[in-house]
């Protein structure tokens, strides 16, 4: 049995399974709550209940309180929903979030092209004449056939073109989902997504210089934020430092160089880790992080930075970030928490990143 | 259309800020150099108090109202405890040790840390800061208060209770958590944070508590669980308060690095020594044990501490410069204490004890490598020459470490059958130290060192050598609070009371 838990002031509205707690479902789902000691202990992450019945479980009476418990707080680390409910928790405000609600969208598969040898480009026409409403930097969920079940991808496209959704998907070995895309999907077949979900998206309103760090198959999100920026025309400089390990794998080379050549605010920083030596490439050689540091001179400061890629090239960002002066209120990363993250023993230095 | 829409509600950041940044004011008549005198000469440069995050939104009336019901369900337990003689509910008499050590070492670092705190929130000038600090001062001498009050109980019917600010102040294997707590507190307000706040409150704080709480638990002490738990709610205030000034300090200016990694490094083995004491608890005076000091530190100090300085690594800060020696004397310090408190217990407010068979079976069990090869074969000899009558104890004083004030009873590092010594002179004078951590401590600040008060100098200078004289002033009570726990009168009364409570004879 599943239910809806509302999180406020995100306002945002995920599933929430019979005796799963509160914190579980909002991690699973990406939403961060403040938490530590996780066994009802610390009262790190105390919420406010403002509808529905909570179990509170475990909780010890020292960390919530009976006067507590007549305000209708609970712990979210030992509390089960009763039925659909609605909290509010220590979030902080995001004022670049819209919010937008998740729907199901029917479509055709329109075009598939190969990227790389490992990368297809898919698009998705809509049937909904108005598409998707998505902020740059969000995804959505494809459903496969065969039983496959559905599977998320970061949306590669702007979000002006919502009636046709692009989507780079990289063929993971051993991935029945990707497999199928790259082996058996046709231009015509009939398909379903929803969406948008996530909240990795531009924060406008900061207003300052952004950089994008991409690498491997990460490029969706980037390429869709910074499409997104340079059509409504945001004048700070935006960098996209971008990694793949040879030449033949960096897709869309052509593309940022154009728009590099048309936008002076654009720059463009390629970087292969792995291309042969003695090939023709007269770019950047070695990891993203290196080829930021180099390009910013080791000095982040005064800039919003957005991450996307495998773990260890995230890793390694962060920390060449931090070590020029810019810190997690300012860095944000692609990243869901999956359950064994939530279970993985973290120090809570950091909540973000 | 006609769409309704929902009316933005202010965000819980946004009330606190309105209900206490607005608290802060600009001095006009005196700078804010004068106001806040000590917040410079450490050098952490700081260029923006306002990047300080209170993440704990809590504010005063709030804070009155949490506490006020945390004081009322502990006083009823607390009272039930009493009522119903729960002091012999307790798994065995030698349990009682566990606690002496606690309210003798720990509790009044509680009152230290408040005074501390207290201080700190007077010489920081951040609005969040001083609220922050200003409630955590309040909790500290609460959990002073709810402890002793709770072991006073104990204190009617046992021995070594009745003057623990004494034993506390004077007791040379107490001096070791006041030297760590009065070194914090004359500090500058930096080096206090990442002392209290960070050291003790995050890294070694799950080390200390949760062996004395789970050993409450294990042993029948319902009294000492609940001032756990109650102390144990305010602890996520305290760590992340901890947590935000090493932040604070990293993000503010690079030159803050090297002098935050000076205070890990001093901190974390400064730390490490005091938990000396709280090993030899957990391994030794627990009847009913909850898990070895060995698992202890896998648990806490190496995967928790481990993800902490992966964390911090970010920023560019290594691992605590002991951190290697820390885990090479894990084996061993539990046992190697033991032994020091056994041999001189004519001079502890505590009862010490020969491990039992099925205590040595555990600790071998336990500690596979170490224990059988060099400590059980020390136990045995220590009980055969008991079976003679022959007490084992060492009527010599131990040299104490000018820095830990632990004796110097530990071993080379990479060598188990070496003792580990180390020296140096400074003006004139010779000074020793139990670690090669220690002696750094003392060698980057030797002019606050000297003035380390140490208990076994003091028997002499001050008792000129009569144990008797220096028993007296240290509120000792020879063969009442001192001592064998087999044969004491500690023993003799839990077991016949206990004989009373559980039988008809």
């Known amino acids: ?353 | 259309m006609d769409m309704k829409v929902a009316k933005k509600k202010l965000g819980l950041k946004e009330k606190y800020r309105l209900m206490t940044r607005d608290l802060g004011w600009e001095p006009s008549y005196r700078t804010k150099d004068e106001v806040f005198p000590y917040v410079k000469y450490e050098g952490i440069k700081v260029h923006d108090w306002d990047k300080w995050e209170d993440p704990f939104r809590l504010t005063m009336d709030a804070y009155w109202k949490y506490q006020a019901e945390k004081e009322r369900k502990f006083y009823a337990i607390i009272d039930a405890h009493a009522q119903n003689n729960g002091h012999l509910n307790i798994t065995d008499g030698r349990y009682l040790s566990a606690l002496k050590v606690f309210l003798q070492a720990i509790s009044p670092g509680e009152y230290a840390a408040h005074k501390g705190f207290s201080r700190v929130g007077r010489e920081f000038p951040g609005v969040g800061t001083q609220v922050a600090c200003q409630m955590q001062a309040i909790d500290e001498i609460r959990h002073a208060q709810t402890q002793i009050h709770a072991l006073s109980n104990y204190n009617k019917y046992y021995n070594g209770f009745h003057a623990f600010a004494d034993a506390r102040d004077r007791m040379w294997y107490n001096t070791v958590a006041r030297s760590f707590f009065d070194d914090a507190m004359s500090a500058g307000p930096f080096e206090f944070m990442i002392a209290i706040g960070f050291s003790f409150e995050y890294v070694l704080t799950n080390l200390l508590f949760v062996p004395f709480m789970s050993g409450a638990a294990y042993n029948g002490d319902m009294a000492t669980v609940t001032f756990g738990f109650s102390a144990q709610s305010d602890e996520a205030r305290h760590m992340t308060l901890g947590l935000e000034c090493i932040k604070f300090m990293l993000e503010q200016d690079p030159d803050n690095l090297p002098i935050v990694q000076g205070w890990l490094d001093k901190w974390f083995w400064r730390g490490f020594r005091v938990l000396g004491l709280v090993s030899t608890m957990m391994d030794y005076m627990l009847p009913k044990r909850v898990m070895s000091w060995r698992e202890a530190w896998e648990i806490y100090g190496v995967e928790n501490g481990g993800a902490l300085f992966k964390d911090l690594a970010r920023y560019g800060i290594r691992p605590p410069k002991g951190w290697d020696d820390a885990e090479k004397s894990i084996d061993h310090m539990s046992h190697q204490f033991m032994l020091g408190l056994y041999q001189w217990s004519f001079g502890t407010s505590l009862h010490s004890w020969i491990p039992s068979d099925e205590d040595m079976d555990w600790l071998s069990a336990k500690y596979p490598t170490t224990f059988d090869k060099y400590y059980r074969p020390r136990w045995d000899h220590i009980r055969k020459l008991a079976a003679e009558g022959k007490q084992f104890k060492n009527f010599g004083l131990a040299k104490l470490c000018q820095t830990c004030q632990l004796p110097v009873v530990f071993t080379e590092p990479d060598d188990p059958t070496m003792s580990c010594h180390r020296e140096t002179s400074y003006k004139g004078e010779k000074y020793h130290f139990c670690s090669d951590g220690c002696q750094h401590v003392f060698e980057n600040e030797p002019e606050k060192y000297v003035q380390a008060w140490l208990p076994m100098p003091a028997l002499f200078r001050e008792f000129e050598g009569d144990v008797g004289a220096w028993m007296d002033w240290v509120s000792l009570r020879d063969g009442q609070d001192n001592g064998d726990y087999v044969g004491s009168i500690d023993q003799r009364n839990f077991e016949q009371w206990r004989g009373l409570a559980t039988s008809n004879t």
Request: proline share 5%; aromatic share 8%; charged share 25%.
């Open chain 1, 1 to 353: 049995m599943s239910y809806e838990l509302t999180i406020e002031p995100l306002g945002q509205t995920i599933p929430i399974e019979e005796g799963q707690t509160i914190l579980d479902a909002a991690l699973r789902a990406g939403v961060y709550l403040p938490h530590a000691c996780c066994h009802g202990l610390c009262a790190t992450c105390k919420v406010q209940v403002v509808d529905g019945e909570v179990d509170h479980g475990e909780a010890s009476s020292f960390a919530l309180m009976d006067f507590e418990r007549d305000e209708q707080k609970t712990l979210a680390c030992c509390a089960t929903a009763q039925g659909d409910i609605v909290i509010e928790a220590e979030i902080e405000e995001d004022p670049d979030a819209e919010n937008l609600p998740v729907r199901d969208f029917a479509g055709t598969v329109s075009r598939i092209e190969t990227l790389t040898p490992t990368i297809k480009g898919i698009w998705i026409k809509l049937d909904d004449a108005e598409g998707m409403r998505f902020q740059a930097g969000q995804y959505i969920n494809l459903e496969l056939p065969d039983g496959i079940g559905t599977r998320a991808f970061s949306v590669a496209s702007a979000p002006s073109e919502s009636g046709e959704i692009e989507l780079n998907i990289r063929i993971v070995p051993g991935g029945q989902g990707t497999r199928y895309v790259h082996e058996t999907m046709r231009v015509g077949e009939r398909t379903k997504i929803s969406g948008p979900y996530g909240r990795f998206f531009v924060k406008k309103s900061a207003d300052v210089p952004v950089i994008f760090m991409a690498g491997g198959s990460g490029l969706s999100s980037p390429r869709s934020m910074i499409l997104d920026l340079l059509a409504e025309g945001f004048e700070r400089p935006i960098t996209l430092v971008y990694g793949q390990r040879t030449r033949e794998e960096l897709y869309y080379h052509d593309e940022f160089l154009a728009l590099a050549e048309r936008h002076k605010n654009f720059r463009y920083v390629p970087a292969l880790s792995h291309e042969p030596e003695g090939s023709d490439w007269q770019g950047f050689r070695g990891f993203v992080h290196d080829a930021a540091k180099n390009h910013f001179d080791n000095d982040f400061r005064a800039h919003k930075a957005y991450l996307c890629g495998p773990p260890l090239m995230i890793e390694a960002c962060i920390g060449t970030l931090m070590r020029g002066r810019l810190f997690e209120r300012d860095i944000y990363t692609e990243k869901f928490i999956s359950a064994a993250d939530a279970q993985q023993v973290r120090s809570p230095l950091f909540k973000a990143i």
